[in-house]
């Protein structure tokens, strides 16, 4: 700060008086680290569809961190109203919680569409580098890509990318082990997207959109041998239920 020498009064810098401008933008404006962002996205994931309470053990299993770690963080969103969370009794998002989580799960799932489409890379490769970029802060960003990948639905694991406002379409909870013998259906979606589990599938046939009919159920360990297009496959029970289906009537 100076004197303006003409009327005594003080003056203020253009520099310090666009600073001071900066600053207070800023401070208006809500910021939340990648950590918190990991957390309620976990929480909107296994609390699923039903939206159900999701214990601190089932955080702790989903992040690969310690109990007293998960309590740690879930006061802090708890303070910051982004959950509801009473000790022994599960955790839920608020409003506000559940839109700044389902905005991270379709960022998540927009850059995975395009790793793919635009980039080549395979559907094992994407996830590792899609979790950096969604935690990138721009609305204007995510809308632009959105529109540029002409409005996708689904990601290359075939999980539903949530609207604008949050909206989610869950898949039906069917699986190839909910099928009957010589029931048909489509394959639509995995639960399981280690790069492991992909890579197997790719080596197997076992691809979204391929057509699957269960020929036999062996009830020893419920593995399944079933027609993959024109190939017999076996199936065995981990596989089946980790693989979503759209049955063909």
């Known amino acids: 700060m100076g004197l303006d020498f003409r009327t005594n009064a003080p003056y ?13 933008v800023v401070a208006k404006t809500e910021f939340y680290t990648v950590s918190e962002e990991n957390y309620l996205k976990a929480v909107f994931k296994i609390a699923g569809k039903d ?11 989903e992040l690969n961190s310690k109990a007293s770690s998960v309590t740690d963080m879930l006061q802090k969103l708890s303070e910051k109203k982004l959950i509801k969370y009473e000790k022994y009794k599960g955790v839920t998002l608020t409003s506000k919680g559940k839109k700044i989580a389902a905005g991270v799960v379709r960022k998540h799932r927009l850059w995975e569409v395009f790793l793919v489409d635009k980039l ?18 721009s609305e204007k ?35 190839i082990a909910d099928l009957d013998i010589n029931e048909e259906a489509i394959i639509v979606g995995v639960k399981d997207h280690s790069s492991d589990f992909l890579q197997y599938l ?27 297009g024109k190939t017999e496959i076996m199936i065995s029970e981990r596989v089946a239920k980790n693989l979503f289906v759209s049955k063909i009537k």
């Open 51 to 61: 939206q159900r309470k999701v214990s601190t053990n089932d955080l702790a299993h």
């Open 141 to 175: 960003l995510t809308d632009r890509l959105e529109e540029f990948l002409g409005f996708p639905t689904n990601d290359p694991h075939g999980d539903p990318i949530p609207d604008k406002e949050g909206n989610l379409h869950h898949h039906r909870d069917y699986t």
């Open 120 to 137: 080549q890379f395979k559907w094992d490769e994407i996830h590792e580098l899609a979790e950096q970029l969604e935690h990138i802060d």
């Open 12 to 24: 203020y810098p253009t520099k310090l008086i666009y600073f001071t401008v900066q600053l207070q």
């Open 202 to 228: 790719d080596g197997v046939k076992l691809i979204l959109g391929a057509k699957v009919k269960v020929k036999k159920i062996y009830g020893y360990d419920r593995s399944l041998m079933a027609l993959v």
